[in-house]
C-alpha cells in the first residue's frame, strides 16, 4: 500500500471537484492533507477549462444543481477525452429522482474508473432505471460478516457491468473490479457521526487513482486504508469532552501526518 | 428538559435543510452531534422527493437565490401535505427587500411550526409589508432585563398573528407561543463571535422539533438551551491561544456529549 | 501597524462578501476573529441592498458561477456609488477563460481599491486580454530573494496601469501602490498546505482597508502581516499529531487573539 500513498505526496495531482456546498471545504483540506492540490469548479462555462489543467475528476451529486449538471457532463466528456480518471459518487442516488436519474445518464455516458458510495445508493445504481439495464442487486443493506460473500459477489457483478472500480464504504468497505475484491476493516462507527467523511474520501480517492494510473484498483483500496486508519489514529487522540467536531479535525491531521510505513502497517484487508 | 433531548437521540429525526453555504457544513456536524440526521437540498426539482423521506423542514434564506426560493415554497409544500414541521429562519430579513419579501411571502403561503430569528429580523417580519397585516414591533432592538417585558409581551403577539412557534435569540432568548413564553439565559457573549451560531440552533430546534411532535414549544425551548448550555461548556473547555475557531469546535462538541442529566442541571429558564 | 489593527476592533466593519462555497465558513470566521463583521450575498436581486448596509465589499471569484457574476457588477457598482473599498480576489484567472475574462472585466468596469491574488493570477491580470491594455509581466514566477527586485518593480508598474493598491502574496508577500512597496516576510510554507488562506486574508484585508480609509496601502499591508503573524503564532502551538486541519484553526485562534502590541513586534516588513 505504501508506494500508492507516495505516489500521492510525490506527484501532488490535482483534482478537479464538482461537489456539494455542505462538505467542500473537508474535501479541499482532505485532498492537501493527503498530498494532493484541489481546484473546485461546476459552472459549465468554466469546467472544461479547469478539467484540462488537472489530473482527475471527482463529480458528486450531493446538492445537486440542475445548472451544475450540465457542468458533470462537459467536465466529464472532457476528462474521457483527455483520458483522466473520473470518479462518480452518487450522494443520495436512491433518495430522489433527479439524483437517481442524473448518476445512472452520468455512468451511461462518461466511461467512469471509479463509483464510490454506501450500499443503498450502489445498489440503487446496479438496479438502473427502465431504460438502463440493471444487475441483480439482490443484497442486505449492509455489508456485515454475515451477508459479505453475496456482497463481493455483487459489487463484482455490479463492477463488470458497469466496466468500473466499484467501492461499498460502510462497516467493512469493498473496492473491487469485476475479479479482484478489496475487503477493508480499518476505521471506527463514529466517522458516521461526522458529515462528509464519504465526500472526503471520494476526493482522497480520486487522487489516489490520478497518481497511480497503472494500478487503480490498488490506488482506490489504499485510499479506503487511509481514510479508515486515519479515523482510528484520529480517534486514540481524542480527549475529554472532545465530540464529532474535534473527531473530523483529528481525522484529517491524521491523513496529513500519515506515512507510507503506518499505511503498511494499519491497513487492515484481505482480497478476494 | 431530558425528555426532549433523549427523544433526539433515540429517534434520530431525519431533516431537510435548504440552508445557506456560509454555516451549512456547521448545520449538518450540530445535527450529527445532537442526534439527528441532516440532508441538504435546494433544487426545486429535487427538494419533494427529499422532504418525504425526512421528518422535519429547515428553511433558511442567508445567501438566498432566486432559483432556491421556488424550492423552499416546493418543499414547503410537500412538507404542510406530509404533516412534518417547518422552522424558517429569515436571516437578514429586513437587511434586503427579497430577502424580507421572501420571508413574508414563505410565512402567508406556508404553515410554520416555528420561527428563529434575532430580535431586529423577528420585528421586521412582524412589521410585515404594504400587503400583509403587521402587529405591533415597538420594541427595543435589544432583549435585555431592562425591556423584557414588553418583549414578552410582542413576541407572544408575534406568535399569535402569525400562528407560529417564535423564538428570539439574543442575550436572553424567548421561545414563545400566544400564551407561555420560555425565558432563556444560557450562553456566552462569545458565541456571537463564531459564525453561523444562529443557524446551527435552526437546524438543532428543527430535530427536537420534529422528534417531539406533541411538545414543540417545550422541544424548541430545550434545543435552546441545548446551545446556550454548550457555549458555556464549551467555553469552561477554552485553553490560553484559543479563539472562536476552537471555540466552534469546543461548542459542537459539548452538543454531541451533552446528556440529558446535564441539560436538566444546566437549564437556565422561567415560563412567564 | 498597530493603529489599523485597532481600527478595526474599534469600528467593527461590516464587510459584503461574494466569495467562493469552498473557504466561506473561513472568511466569515476570520472577519469575525479580526474585529470586523460578515455579510455574504452574491445574488443579483440581493446585492445592491446589501452592499448598501455594508462599508466594504470583497468579490472572489473562485467556483465562479454566471448567475453570480452578475451580482459583482450590480455590487460593486453600487459599492462605487457609495464611495465603499472594492477588493477583488481573482481566484485561478489564467486558469480558464470564464475567470480570466470575469476579472478583467471587473477591472475595466469598476473603480477597485485593492486586487490581491498570487504572482501568477496577478501576472494574467498584468497581461490582459485582447481587448485589454497590458503591462509587461517579464517577471519570475515566483517572488523570491533573487527576483524581488523585478518583482517590486513589476508591481508597481501594474499599480500604476491598473491605479490600484496590489497585494501579491506568497512566500514573500507584496502591497504596493505605483510608488510604494511593502515586502513582507511574516508567515510559513505549510500555509500553502490548508485550503483558502488567501481567501479569508481578502476578508480581512477588505475590513482592514474599510476600517482605515486614509491609509489603505498601510492597511492592507498591516492585514498581511497579521495573516503571516497568525500562521506563526499558530505554528508555535501546533502539537504532535496535529496537522492541516488544526492549523487552519489555530490561524483563526491567533487572528482573534492578536492585539496591536504584538503585531507591532511581529510584522516583518521593509518599504521599498
Redesign the interface.
Known sequence: MREYLENVRNKVPLVHNIT???????V??VL??CGGS??????A??VE??TS?CGGLNINI??????SIEGMFRAGRKANELGHPILLDPV?AG?????TNTALALMKELKLSVIRGNISEIKTLALGSGTTKGVDADVADAVTEESLDEAVAFVKRFAKEADTIVAVTGAIDLVSDKDVCYVIRNGRPEMG????TGCQLSGMMTAYVTANPDHPLEAAAASVCVMGLAGE?GWS?MQE??????Y??????????MTGEELEKGAKYEVR
Open positions: 456539494n456546498y455542505v462538505t467542500v471545504n473537508d479541499a483540506n492537501l492533507a484541489p481546484i473546485m469548479s461546476d459552472e462555462e468554466d477549462d479547469i489543467v450531493g446538492t445537486l444543481h440542475k445548472t443520495g433518495a430522489s429522482t433527479l439524483r457521526k461526522i458529515t462528509g489514529t487522540r469532552g472532545d465530540g464529532n467536531a474535534t473530523r479535525n483529528r481525522i484529517i491531521d491524521a491523513i496529513y501526518n
